[in-house]
Each structure stands twice: as C-alpha cells, then as structure tokens.
C-alpha cells in the first residue's frame, strides 16, 4: 500500500503543472532568470530526469532511510550544485509527533469518559440520565468540529484566558524557536510537559467532544445487548454485586465492537486533527501538508511524499495494533475474522 | 357469537410487505418524521424559496448595503430595516457618525442582518448557499451510491479475483484521512473542473466538490451492498432465475438489487450529512467552494479566515450572529438527517434497544 501511495502522488505531481525550480532561483521582482539558472536549478532538484528515474531514485534513497530535503527554504550550498535545506524526515517526524499527542491524548480523553458515561445511560434505560446523555452526545455529533475549536479557541482561550489558545510546546527539552510550517514566521518558544499539556487541552477538548459522542452511544448498546445475555444472570445468581458485575464481566465484553471502531476510525481521527491543527496552529501533519501543498512558489514535492508515507505507515501499524488487541481480549476473533465485516457507522 | 361457519376477516390479516411494515413503523417514530417534515421544507427553502425571499424583501444576496454596518464595521444583527442604497456613507466631520442617507432613501428588511463588512443579506446568503451545500452534499452522495453499488454488486456477483481486487481497493483507501486526500487532490486537479457549470445549473467549483467526495466515499456503499449480496448470492431465488434463464444483470437489477435498497437509504441520509460537515470543513480550509459563489462553509470562512489566511478576531467588529447562523443551519440540517437516518435504520430492522 505505501508504494501504491508514493506512485500515486508522484503521478498526481506529475499532472500538475508545476515548476520546481522555483525554490532556487531568485525570483524577486525585477530579475528575470536565465535559462541557464533554472536548468542548474532543475538539476540541483533533481527534475531534469525522467519521472520514472525520479521515482526510481526516491524508492532507493527511502531504502535507505532519507526522505529527501523539501523544496522549501532549500538554497544551494555556496559554489557548487548540490543544494541543502530542511531535511524532510526529522521534520514529518517531528509532525507525527505533534499530531499523535493530540489525537492519543484526545481519544484517550473521550474513551475516558465515553465509557463511564455510557455505562451509566445503559444501567438506567429510558430514564431521563439516558434520555439527557442521548441527546447531548446528538447534539455533539452534530456539531462541526471546526465550530467547536474556533469557539473553544476564542471564548476560553483568548477572551476568558483559561487556556492557551494555540501554538505547541514541545514534551521534551526546550526548543527555543520554530517556524510556523505556513507563514515562515518564527514562533517564541516554550517547553516542558506542563506547557505541553496546558497549550494541548483545548485541542483534546475539541477532539475528545466529537469522539466522545460517538463511543458513548456505541457503549450504551453494546452494554444493554450485553447486560441481557444468560453469563450476567449466572454472575448475578452467584451474588456477585452489581459493581462487579459491570465492571468485571459487561464491560470487557463489550468493549469487542469499540475497539474495532476505534481501529477504523483512524482514518477520520486524522482529519478531525487536521481540523483541530489549523485553528490552534500546532505544527501536526495536517499543518504540514497544508503548507506543502499551498507555498507560493510551488507544491513542495518531497515534503508531500513524507507526509504520505508516515501516514500509511500509522495507519498500517495503528490497524495491526487493534487487531492484536483485539485478538488479546477475544481469542474467539481469531476464527470469524470480524473486523473486516462491520458495515457502516453507529453514529 | 354465532357459532358454525365462522368467517375470518382476512383483510386486516392481509401479509404486508416489508416495505409497508417499514413505513408503519417509521411513522411511529415522531423524531424521524419531524425531521422529514424539516428537510422538506429546508429543500422548498433554498430552491424555491430564497427567490421568493427576493422578490418579498426587494433585493437579492449580493446587494450591498454600506449602511448596514456601522462604523468600527460591525454588521447589524437580525430583523434590522436599513437604508436601501448601495452609496457608501461618509463620516461627518464634527460627530464622527456616519452621514445620514440622502431623504428619501427607503428603508429595506434584513430580516437576518447584515454579513459582515459589505453589508449582504445573511438570510439569502444563507439560502442561496445552503443550495451550493446541499447540492454539494446530495450530489456526492448519489455519485458514491452509483459507483459503490455498481462496483459492489459486481464484486460480490462475480467473486473470484474481481471481488479480491476490489475488496482489497477498498480496505486500503477506507483507511487512509479521506479529508487530507481530497485536499491533496484537491489543489493538484480540481483547476480545470471547477470551472465547469453544466450550463449554469452548478455554480463554480461545486462539480469538483461532488467528484472530490463522491469519489472518496463510495466505499462504504459498495462494502455494505458486497456483504449483502455476498449473503444472498446463494440463495434459491437466484438459482431459480438462473434456471430460467434470467442474464446476469437482470438477476442483479431484478432480484438483487431491491434487497439493498433500504440499508443504502439508512447509509444515504448519514452520508449527506456527514459530507454537508465535510463541505464546511475542507472550505473553510481554503480548498473547496471559493468566492463569488456561496456556501455554508464559505460564510464560516468569510468571518474568521481560512486556515491559510486567518482573520483576526476583533472584538468591536465581532457579530456572534455571523457564526450562530451558518452553524445553526448545518447543526439543524445535520441533526434531522441524523434522526431520519436512525428512524430509517429503526423502521427497516428493529431491535428492542429503545
């Protein structure tokens, strides 16, 4: 699947019309560069070969290890022709980290709190805690994910002052400056873990709310299908008090078609971040790519690639995870293959 | 009662199909049919209606209405009747208010205020946009449902390596952010697409929109109409037909087909809403519908920016009418599709969960 990825974004770039050679020439105003320039410019880029060399190229060098140097900010080394610039690989890498926080601390959050929450409307049927927990999880469906974080970012964040309202502070170390992937603008640093976790609430607000909705609703059923099933009774009938009863024998059993929802909801995981990204303006994938594919000079080729890949990459290891997962809490999985069948979401 | 022959009534016994037991208990079900009654009306609304709106208030969306805002730029708020001239007021030198209209100017209805610095009618933009949403939405549905149940049918019918391929196909791209695809595919292709209008019966951009999601989303259809044919493929209906005689595709029209048509209706109304959601987002972020034309994501992005190029807050010009308005009419129109949906999914196959 990662080649198919990488193929098809080489052939996407390839129709577009986009020239390169842009990022190394001097473009200011008033200077019209030579042909000589921009061919010397293609070449340091490498797009003076054929495309299927280029591929060819990129798939050795990724044997390796290097993901390349972004088109971006590359400037050539002083008297020759090689060129040098932002390494893509520590940069997507650093990216993925920034959005893992957010999506990891977010579903964290709302796996939290769906569950209990869930459980609770699910022992009390059609009563109005039920009733109530319903409708707010519709409500929170409904709602734009990208209205929540504008209206989180603007009322808290910047007119209440309860929380920070943007920027990353990296977990580790401090990184005095980084430059916001969009704009080139240098942003005054911060660090450490509570900086890092204060600037990253609102984010894992935001994201826990939408998700929060979903799994509570999702753990309701699967609690109320299985509170009807003969094992509870016999648990009950042996005395088993009901605390116990929940917690040690409903909930593990349910939580089957949870995770499974979690594992396929990778995918829309990532696009709510991306979402969550460009209002609080953390550095994550999503800002990234943004900016790969909007700077003014051109689509910034290798930086698009990376992302690509490290994005496959999670979801393919994110599955597996689930899976084996899935498979340590239910070994029964393993014969029926369940996860490849589920059919459409519970909203 | 008598006793000897007694006849049994059979017309109130009579076997009802699936379809009439369906649509007995979706009327049951008061949720559903409020929201029904909703999306009706919110579809006689945007088409028919914002016209009427038109030609009832005087003036269309992109009328300006400079009066309407008032110095530091804040749009008036709703049911306001403003000056109706498009002249741009000065500022008076000694009150530093803005010049008086000239007399005789009359005076129009807003009936949702203004939409920011230019002074638009918020209630028609809303309308005029909610029809680039909705046709937005609804269009890639229906272009996800053609191709998902045509591929899925196919796979599922033939099997062997036609089904592995496709089925393979499909695991892999559900996998993948379907938002951060369309917006890479987004930038590269859509140029020449959008400019297609299909004889002015689109707007601008709105085509690649509907082939952008349409063509990301048709998994979910084709999986859901390959599970279930897969089931039936079986069955002694179809070798019935096959034994008459019945070709291929009349067996997947005739026999199949009707099978699928209710869990693709609870998929359908869920995915408008979700690519009504989606439509909002990826304008907001700069890469759909761009202006002139309307939609509900764009008037979000109108008053705070894309993510490219953000607004920044100002508080004497903030008007929480100009986020409340779009957001409530994606929030209503999300949340009836929600319940009809789960209405539908209820009436077509109900479990004791309520």
Known sequence: MLLVLTLLTFALYRAIPANPAGFLVDLSPGHVPKPAEIARARKALGVDKPIWEQYGLYLWRLAHGDLGIAYEGTSFVPLTDERVGQPVGPTVVHAAMVTGSVVLGGALFALLLSIPLGAIAASRPRSLTDRTILVVTLVGICTHPLVVALLLQQFPGRQWGLAPPGNYCPFFGSAPTTADPLSGRHLVGCAGPGAWASHLVLPWITFALFFLAIYTRLVRVRMIEVMDEPFIRTAAAKGASRRRIVRHHALRNAMGPVLTLVGMDVGLALGIALYIESVYRLPGLGLTTLGALSGGTGYDLPMILGVVLVIGVVIVVANFLIDLIILWMDPRAAQAGTRRSAVGRIA | ?354
């Open chain 2, 1 to 354: 009662m008598a006793a000897g022959t007694a006849t049994i009534d059979t017309t109130a016994l009579a076997a009802q199909s699936p379809s009439r037991l369906a649509w007995r208990r979706l009327r049951r079900d008061r949720a559903a049919l409020v929201s029904a009654g909703f999306l009706v009306f919110l579809a006689f609304a945007v088409f028919a209606g914002a016209p009427l709106l038109g030609r009832a208030v005087g003036h269309g969306p992109n009328d300006l209405f400079p009066y309407a805002v008032n110095l530091a730029l804040k749009p008036a708020g709703p049911w306001s009747w403003v000056p109706d001239t498009s002249t741009t007021p000065g500022i008076d030198p000694k009150t530093f208010k803005q010049t008086p209209p000239p007399a005789g100017t009359g005076k129009t209805l807003l009936v949702l205020g203004a939409d920011g610095p230019l002074g638009r009618d918020e209630l028609q933009r809303l309308l005029y946009g909610g029809r680039v949403s909705l046709t937005v939405a609804v269009g890639a549905t229906l272009l996800a449902l053609l191709i998902g149940t045509t591929l899925g049918t196919l796979a599922a019918y033939f099997g062997g390596w036609v089904d592995s391929v496709v089925s393979r196909f499909t695991d892999l791209v559900m996998a993948f952010p379907v938002l951060l695809l369309a917006i890479v595919l987004g930038t590269t292709v859509s140029g020449k697409v959008s400019d297609v209008t299909l004889g002015g019966a689109l707007n601008k951009g709105v085509l690649s929109l509907i082939l952008l999601i349409g063509l990301f989303t048709w998994f979910y259809p084709a999986r859901i109409v390959r599970s279930l044919i897969l089931s039936l493929r079986r069955r002694e209906f179809v070798e019935a037909a096959e034994m008459v005689g019945a070709s291929d595709a009349k067996i997947m029209r005739t026999h199949l087909f009707p099978h699928v048509i209710p869990a693709l209706a609870v998929w359908a109304t869920l995915a408008v809403a979700t690519n009504i959601m989606l439509e909002a987002g990826i304008t907001f972020l700069g890469f759909g519908i761009k202006l002139p034309t309307t939609s509900w994501g764009s008037m979000l992005a109108a008053t705070w920016g894309t993510v490219l190029a953000p607004l920044p807050y100002n508080a004497s010009s903030f008007s929480p009418w100009l986020t409340i308005i779009p957001s409530a009419a994606i929030f209503f129109t999300v949340l009836s599709l929600t319940l009809l949906g789960e209405g539908l999914r209820e009436a077509f196959d109900p479990r004791g969960v309520r």
